[in-house]
């Protein structure tokens, strides 16, 4: 008896890209339905209220679709779109109310400590950023999570590099003091 092997085709990015570009509504569905749950997860992370961010992630889409034949296959999609998602979320941001950032000076310097707080999921991290103040949150978020660098998040935001390294420093200490607390409050240690 032959074993037959059966043949699966593989999902072709740019296949489907392609015919997005050509404005086939089925194409663009394949790709709002692969990526759709990763940008909202993007959106998330700078807007707190969960309607808003998927408000958001639709209005990136939408864009994202206008002006896909501008992707030039060159780089990833998931991270042109993603730059798409990042900016939209800014400017909602902007059109709800003027962000505010500290512009006291602090030390840049941050103090790591090495404790491990294995047991804090997911979920209480992000309520923990959600907690942060907006201009905290919007560069930390870009920094440690998107990987932008001071010199992007400065002419992103319209602030100087000096804010951006600012607003960090104070996002991170303020994050590791409510991580402790809820680690003392969670776990009774210190």
């Not at 639709?58 to 990042?86: C, H, P, Y």
Request: glycine share 4%.
């Amino acid at each position: 008896m032959k074993a037959i092997l059966k043949v699966i085709q593989l999902y072709n990015n740019t296949n489907i890209i392609g015919k997005a570009k050509k404005n086939n509504r089925e194409a663009q569905h394949v790709l709002y339905e692969e990526y759709s749950p990763k940008m909202l997860s993007v959106c998330r992370y700078y807007i707190k209220d969960i309607q808003h961010a998927e408000e958001v992630m639709l209005n990136g889409f939408f864009k994202a679709f206008t002006n896909i034949k501008q992707f030039e296959d060159k780089g990833s999609f998931e991270g042109w779109l993603r730059k798409i998602m990042v900016r939209e979320s800014i400017s909602f941001l902007r059109q709800q109310k003027k962000i505010e950032f500290s512009l006291e000076d602090t030390n840049y310097a941050v103090e790591y400590q090495n404790d491990i707080y294995d047991k804090i999921n997911v979920a209480e991290i992000q309520e923990l950023i959600d907690t942060l103040p907006e201009g905290y949150r919007l560069v930390f978020v870009m920094y440690a999570i998107e990987g932008y660098k001071h010199h992007e998040i400065a002419k992103m935001l319209e602030i100087s590099e000096g804010t951006s390294k600012s607003q960090l420093s104070k996002a991170r200490k303020l994050l590791q003091k409510k991580l402790k607390e809820l680690n003392n409050k969670n776990y009774g240690t210190s």
